[in-house]
């Protein structure tokens, strides 16, 4: 049986411990905040400080930063990017290769298609296509 844990070397050579979330094996830092009802896919990374709420999704390959929030329900998918302090609000969505800017605001229920940059510090709700609306 192989460990449950890697050690991985930041920037500034400090070395941080994530454990492998138990629902899809995505690597979850100590300090952050799982529920055990979210899944996090295989190649995903949970920073320190950041919170994942129940039934919420975390596609292969994204990354979600310190002190980032995911609500209850959301889904984040593959290879998207959740800048330091950014919050994604109870069901909403981020597409495939999104990139949401630190500290920025996604409303309940909005939905983020693939490939887009969300600025940093910004508020954004869409409509039900997707379409963004001023917050």
């Not at 979850?28 to 920073?47: R, T």
């Not at 609000?89 to 229920?109: K, S, W």
Request: hydrophobic share 45%; charged share 25%; aromatic share 6%.
């Amino acid at each position: 049986m192989g460990k449950n844990y890697i050690d991985i070397e930041d920037d500034r050579g400090d070395v941080l411990r994530y454990r492998k979330h138990a629902n899809g094996r995505g690597f979850i830092a100590h300090g952050a905040k799982v529920h055990p009802q979210a899944v996090v896919e295989a190649g995903a990374y949970v920073e320190p400080g950041a919170k994942i709420g129940a039934h919420a999704f975390i596609g292969r390959g994204a990354w979600i930063e310190p002190n980032a929030a995911v609500g209850v329900g959301a889904r984040v998918e593959a290879h998207a990017r959740i800048g330091e302090g950014a919050v994604i609000a109870d069901g909403a969505h981020v597409g495939v290769r999104t990139d949401v800017g630190a500290g920025a605001r996604i409303a309940r229920g909005a939905r983020i298609g693939d490939d887009e940059t969300v600025p940093a510090g910004a508020a954004i709700a869409t409509d039900r296509r997707g379409l963004w609306l001023a917050a």
